[in-house]
């Protein structure tokens, strides 16, 4: 029924993203990932990717088909395969590439299935690297070889068991590949550089079905472009190497919510996040906001994440200022060895319906933008779940690199905000709540461009973004555009938002 109901929303595919399928029909389902639909190959042909992929092809009838197909964002998970294909060795990706061409098939390719903007779902074939997820720790050289399948907690738990760390984000059901090839975000940004920073190397399957080994050395454009390009452009990835750090063996974890003046802590915090070491690392939420708190009245919560290599009392005198302003509400620190404390900082990044709009700051966030963000978080129009603003904050180490060393132009920045909107699977049946929910997160977003937001986040990919080349990639774009038309001629690896 649900599903249905979104079909027929359905509408208007774009120009020439058709074939990516970029379909605009308004604020509801309309910003949708989805290919057009393919031409079913002949059952024959199904028993032959079946053999090039080992016997492990998904199809339809499979038990477990309805499971794997699903991806994270759920707003997406009416666009269903005709097939599920893991691939276990470089050599079958590029047989199964070989596949799609032959039969003209369209498909998608799927680490953790975390895009937010549905971008690794296919009306045709889903190319699953799940089965790559081999993790090697090189305690001679620092560097972790790691498959493109592998998901974060497997990442974490092959670090953890060598006493080692990179910068990493804290979902663990996100994929490796999505994560770095974006950038890649986390709480020891500050300290070590965005995740594709750390990168040595990478192994990339390209359109012509060739495996490349790709460095600094060999083949530095893509290897340039591999770093912050975005998931699925360029071709498949099946591996990557990077430097690694000693993991701390102490760390002051961190969660705390003000709910009395938390117009003035925000203020407060910023400026104490501001100066505060590159060791500490944050996100700041103001939110979530749900349809009792705007009845109520009561103020939009303020909640500090994060992570210090420093004690808990360094940690309460560094926010002795916020402190000065309210109490908090609620306050769990802790000190402990590093991979407990990502233990605490887990984000279970549960299946749901989201939407997520993302903008750079070159600064803290003005008084004047954090007034309007709270007016506006008052006026949350309500759906089935909550709303907030977030503000991850950047800087240190990643903008000690010029915009152009890797393709993450986003080296000159302070914080990422993201405005983020969720709603509940009943919501999808009454689309006037979803309507008013997006318009409201639109308009906040228009906010954050009026007081200096720009650019945007391509790890989280914003379907309604109508000039996200440049978003995303700014003064690196014609550089990336030759390397895509130098591995890609033919744009085999298209979707809506890639290149
Ligand atoms: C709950 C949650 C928490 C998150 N936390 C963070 C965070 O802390 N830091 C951060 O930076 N980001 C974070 N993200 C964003 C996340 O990093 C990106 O969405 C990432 O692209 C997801 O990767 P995936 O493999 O899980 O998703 P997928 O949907 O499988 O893939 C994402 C994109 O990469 C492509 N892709 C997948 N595998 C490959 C491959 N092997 N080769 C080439 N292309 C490939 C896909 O086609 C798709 O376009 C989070 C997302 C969610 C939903």
């Not at 197909?69 to 691939?87: Q, T």
Request: some cysteine; proline content about 6%.
């Amino acid at each position: 029924m649900h599903r249905s109901g979104a079909f027929s929303r359905r509408a208007l595919l774009v120009g020439g993203a058709a074939s990516a399928g970029a379909a605009l029909v308004g604020p509801g389902l309309a910003e949708e990932a989805t290919t057009s639909a393919p031409l079913a190959p002949a059952p024959d042909r199904w028993d032959s990717l079946n053999r090039l992929t080992d016997g492990a092809l998904l199809r339809p009838t499979d038990a477990r088909f309805a499971n794997e197909a699903l991806p994270n964002n759920l707003r997406y998970r009416h666009i269903r395969p005709e097939g599920i294909a893991p691939c276990a060795s470089p050599q079958m990706v590029a047989d199964v590439l070989r596949w799609c061409r032959d039969y003209d098939v369209p498909f998608a390719l799927r680490g953790g299935g975390h895009s937010y903007g549905g971008y690794s779902s296919s009306r045709g074939l889903v190319i699953d690297l799940s089965p790559m997820n081999g993790i090697d720790y090189d305690a001679a050289t620092g560097q972790v070889r790691v498959e493109a399948g592998a998901l974060n907690h497997e990442v974490y738990a092959a670090l953890r068991e060598a006493g080692r760390m990179i910068t990493h984000g804290r979902c663990p059901s996100v994929g490796v590949a999505g994560f770095l090839l974006g950038g890649g975000i986390g709480f020891n940004m500050r300290r070590l550089g965005v995740g594709c920073d750390l990168l040595t190397g990478a192994q990339i399957v390209t359109a012509d079905g060739r495996v490349r080994d790709v460095s600094a050395e060999k083949e530095p454009e893509l290897f340039w472009a591999l770093r912050g390009g975005g998931g699925g452009i360029f071709g498949v990835s099946t591996a990557f190497t990077l430097r690694t750090v000693p993991a701390d063996e102490r760390l002051t974890v961190f969660r705390i919510v003000w709910r009395d003046r938390t117009l003035d802590i925000a203020k407060a915090l910023f400026t104490a996040a501001e100066m505060a070491p590159l060791s500490f690392g944050s996100r700041i939420a103001l939110g979530g906001v749900t349809p009792a708190l705007v009845q109520k009245g009561r103020q939009v919560p303020v909640t500090l994440l994060g992570q210090f290599a420093g004690s808990p009392d360094e940690l309460i005198r560094l926010l002795a200022p916020v402190y000065a302003v309210a109490a908090p509400d609620f306050a769990d620190i802790k000190q402990l060895p590093y991979w407990e404390g990502q233990d605490f900082l887990v984000e279970a990044g549960e299946p749901g319906w989201y939407r997520e709009r993302s903008a750079f700051l070159a600064a803290a966030p003005t008084a004047a933008f954090l007034e309007a963000s709270f007016q506006r978080l008052q006026q949350w129009p309500g759906t089935g779940a909550q709303s907030s603003l977030f503000f991850f904050q950047t800087g240190g180490r990643i903008n000690e690199k010029a915009p152009d060393e890797t393709a993450f132009v986003h080296r000159q920045t302070r914080w990422l905000a993201v405005v983020g909107a969720n709603w509940s699977e009943d919501d999808n049946l009454r689309p006037e709540v979803t309507r008013r929910a997006f318009e409201w997160q639109d308009d906040l977003f228009a906010t954050l461009g009026g007081h200096g937001g720009r650019g945007a986040f391509v790890n989280f990919p914003d379907p309604a973004l109508g000039d996200w080349r440049r978003r995303y990639y700014g003064t690196n774009l014609d550089r990336l555009m030759q390397v895509k038309l130098a591995v890609d001629p033919n744009n085999v690896f298209h979707f809506q938002q890639s290149l």
